[in-house]
């Protein structure tokens, strides 16, 4: 469990502290408030590869996750400095997630170093013709350093670096706490979900996911990996019908729900970050969704980080919240002068606040 997270000098935020986190943290602000930076700085810091992190939160921003080799200093320090707060790279970025128990803390810090020595030129390109074919060497390109340091471990640096055929860094070392991030701008594939699956069947550990979308959707009887158009992908055997059918192409809520599910099922004392988790479901389901996400963040000691726009998405948490106050939080992000805040409410005054119809968001 994370019960604090600070952060410094990344995206967003200049400094920033969260207190009393929770088994289920509720995050509401307006847009541009930091909500998405938020859960970026939980999802960077749960693993020593946050290199290659960087670039999966540029496909969830849906800035494109191609790496176009940069080709002089700027263009390599480009692939880095939105990392940083207003583009300020002299500073180190910091990002301290607290742990109960302490072995579950890890610290993420990302800077430019001196360059040490040389770099090959070009980056990709072929040298301009000289009658000598070897490549060009030239000193002073920047160097970005991520350490990934886990309570109790030692620190685990990682330096990309470029080279004629693109970035290459240090994967030997992948140790983690896990953690998957649901948003709709980057849906998990039908191979993602055919494998968590898989994992999960083979270890007779599926019920609770077809519990869950049996109660929420009752036509659905049971879940099988089989394939369409020679690709493996989870099937639904559907009540009154001889033929399955790919959950895809049940429903998009159906297929969010099940990725969700194996999400928690798979990540077992993990991190669970859902972004804007009313898309894809009708309000009507919302009180009972939140209810077995919370029996599943609980059965699997799973911790949930949820963002929503939607007023009917938290007044349909009430009925879950009531009587489990001590296990949720609410966190309001906001846009200020010097960068963004975030408040960390109880869930007290969430449940307060819901029973007087006071708005939260």
Not at 72 to 82: I, K, N, P
Not at 115 to 129: I, R
């Amino acid at each position: 469990m994370i019960e604090q997270i600070n952060v410094t000098n990344f995206r967003c935020f200049k400094h920033l502290e969260v207190p009393n986190l929770k088994r289920v943290n509720l995050i509401v602000g307006e847009n541009s408030s930091g909500k998405s930076a938020f859960l970026e700085s939980v999802f960077i810091s749960s693993g020593s590869l946050a290199p290659t992190v960087v670039f999966q939160m540029r496909g969830i921003r849906r800035m494109g996750n191609q790496i176009v080799v940069p080709t002089d200093a700027q263009a390599y320090r480009g692939l880095w400095e939105d990392l940083f707060y207003n583009f300020e790279y002299d500073e180190k970025i910091s990002i301290k997630l607290t742990g109960n128990p302490n072995s579950d803390t890890r610290h993420l810090s990302v800077q430019y170093i001196k360059p040490v020595g040389s770099q090959e030129l070009p980056f990709g390109k072929q040298p301009p013709s000289s009658g000598n074919s070897m490549p060009q060497q030239i000193s002073g390109i920047p160097q970005v350093e991520f350490t990934w340091k886990r309570a109790g471990h030692p620190a685990i640096v990682s330096t990309p670096k470029i080279t004629s055929s693109g970035l290459q860094y240090d994967s030997s070392r992948i140790d983690f706490f896990p953690c998957i991030w649901f948003t709709p701008g980057a849906h998990e594939t039908t191979d993602d979900n055919a494998k968590r699956f898989s994992e999960l069947d083979k270890k007779g550990e599926i019920a609770a996911v077809l519990r869950v979308l049996n109660h929420e959707f009752p036509y659905i009887e049971s879940l099988s990996i089989d394939y369409h158009a020679g690709v493996p992908m989870v099937f639904a055997g559907l009540k009154g019908k001889q033929r399955k059918l790919p959950i895809p192409l049940v429903s998009d809520g159906v297929n969010r729900l099940l990725g969700i599910c194996l999400g928690l099922a798979n990540f077992k004392g993990g991190t669970i970050l859902i972004d804007q988790l009313e898309d894809g479901f009708h309000h009507k389901l919302l009180p009972s969704i939140w209810n077995s996400l919370y029996a599943l963040a609980k059965e699997f000691k799973v911790q949930l980080f949820v963002s929503t726009h939607s007023s009917e998405c938290i007044r349909a948490m009430r009925p879950v919240l009531e009587g489990h106050e001590s296990e949720f939080s609410l966190l309001r992000a906001s846009r200020r002068d010097d960068g963004c805040a975030i408040d960390s409410l109880p869930g007290s005054y969430l449940e307060s606040a819901l029973e007087q119809d006071f708005e939260v968001r």
